[in-house]
């Protein structure tokens, strides 16, 4: 299949796709991390290119998609009122709805639980996974929106383990470890990227 894995620069889904034999191509607005297929600049342009991959038509099998959470997040709502915050907003709802409708048969978007100003533009989530079911001592709710993909099975429960602060604060073990920059919180857990190209690569 001819895969665009939209909003990603780590390569992860992208290589778990191209490992199973398939066709993908990573598409992001930064340089990619690992060296592969990989487009840099806006995700609509990527959609719309007719000679990617050496097809001839503007459009993909499937598309797996991480677009910015920065303003749609549950968390973000207490600075929804803040200058400029917005107009960012607005932005980040107007792509996600270019995304959605994209004309690709099987598409798969993820993101964090949104908050319910977003939730009118992004609509209900059809599953929730965690890292947690897939081989990873980590739990991060993590929500996606299907269409034409079944929903993903989970691979590997692992029991989570907790560390708990000085302060009596208490976290997944996984969790205080990461660090806690955007950039390392966006890159996909590895057990997710393998599950989503062995199960829907399948299809």
């Known amino acids: 299949m001819r895969i665009l894995v939209a909003c990603e620069f780590s390569g992860i889904v992208r290589d778990a796709f191209i490992a199973k034999g398939h066709n993908a191509i990573s598409c992001d607005l930064l340089p990619t991390e690992r060296p592969g297929p990989h487009i840099e600049g806006d995700?609509?342009?990527?959609?719309?290119?007719?000679?990617?991959?050496?097809?001839?038509?503007?459009?993909y099998d499937m598309m797996i998609a991480f677009p910015p959470c920065t303003y749609l997040c549950r968390q973000s709502a207490r600075w929804i009122k803040s200058k400029g915050r917005q107009e960012e907003f607005i932005d980040a709802t107007i792509l996600w709805g270019e995304i959605q409708s994209a004309p690709i048969d099987r598409i798969c978007i993820e993101n964090p639980i949104p908050h319910k100003l977003a939730k009118y533009t992004m609509g209900?989530?059809?599953?929730i996974i965690q890292p947690y079911q897939f081989g990873h001592d980590y739990s991060k709710s993590t929500c996606l929106w299907l269409k034409g993909l079944p929903r993903l099975k989970p691979t590997k429960e692992v029991e989570l383990t907790y560390y708990t602060t000085p302060k009596g604060r208490r976290y997944t073990a996984g969790w205080y470890k990461t660090p806690r920059n955007s950039i390392a919180r966006s890159r996909t857990f590895q057990g997710i990227a393998d599950a989503m190209a062995e199960q829907w690569g399948s299809l």
């Open 43 to 59: 995700i609509l342009d990527a959609i719309d290119q007719k000679h990617i991959m050496g097809g001839c038509r503007p459009w």
């Open 124 to 127: 209900d989530y059809d599953q």
